[in-house]
């Protein structure tokens, strides 16, 4: 079974300034890597898809890249709307198996 | 627009049975596989298990497997999420979730979520 791992925990950025998220696979995988955002007492959104394609509807300053088993999702000009929490999630497909990570908390600072 | 409308917050006690349901529109039911996920209260999320609602094939987390049942009934539009015995630890929100069109296997839409409590 993979392991998703992200990092850091929490992360305290100013808004204006972008922020570096990270999702670390146990073992290697194809680009089947999403990325949602969940704000409290919402249900999450999908933000990226197939590691690095966005979702319809989100704004370009979110942006995804990696492959093999280290991913990044990348806010570029953090918004006051975008603190929140943000997972990544894997898919294998034998056998069928989708696992997110523990989150990333990005908070104002 | 894709729509995924989850049933209204439940109460139950401890060994009470319950069935939650989702319904889809917006979309051709058939063709999207439907899954669940959990999110205890303070948690992150976790995936329950899935189902084609096109043949009902239906796969589950081995974190789950035989602990919940998923369904669905196509003619109605709708999944379901049952137990037949709650738990205490059984309490949290849970979400419907479409399985995106394309291979990637990313969740497009999500329900609104219906949280359960199970307290003696």
């Known amino acids: 079974e993979i392991v998703m791992t992200q990092s850091p925990a929490t992360l305290s950025v100013s808004p204006g300034e972008g922020a570096t998220l990270s999702c670390r696979a146990s073992?290697?995988?194809?680009?089947?890597l999403a990325w949602y955002q969940q704000k409290p007492g919402q249900a999450p959104r999908l933000l990226i898809y197939?590691?690095?394609t966005r979702a319809t509807g989100i704004p370009a300053r979110f942006s995804g890249s990696g492959s093999g088993s280290d991913f990044t999702l990348t806010i570029s000009s953090l918004q006051s709307e975008d603190f929140a929490v943000y997972y990544c999630?894997?898919?294998?497909?034998?056998?069928?198996?989708?696992?997110f990570g523990q989150g990333t908390k990005l908070e104002i600072k | 627009e894709v729509k995924l409308v989850q049933s209204g917050a439940e109460v139950k006690k401890p060994g009470e049975a319950l069935k939650i349901s989702c319904k889809g529109s917006?979309?051709?039911?058939?063709?999207?596989?439907l899954g669940w996920v959990r999110q205890m209260p303070g948690k992150g999320l976790e995936w329950m298990g899935i189902?084609?609602?096109?043949?009902?094939?239906?796969r589950y987390s081995p974190s789950f497997q035989g602990q919940v049942t998923i369904s669905a009934d196509k003619s109605i539009s709708t999944a379901y999420l049952q137990w037949s015995s709650l738990k205490a630890s059984d309490t949290a929100m849970y979400y419907c979730?479409?399985?995106?069109?394309?291979?990637?296997?990313?969740?497009?839409?999500w329900g609104q979520g219906t949280l359960v409590t199970v307290s003696s």
């Open positions: 073992q290697s995988f194809s680009s089947n």
């Open positions: 979730v479409r399985r995106g069109g394309d291979s990637s296997g990313c969740f497009d839409s």
């Open positions: 999630q894997q898919f294998n497909n034998w056998p069928v198996m989708y696992t």
């Open positions: 917006g979309y051709s039911f058939t063709s999207y596989s």
């Open positions: 189902i084609y609602p096109g043949d009902s094939d239906t």
């Open positions: 197939g590691a690095s």
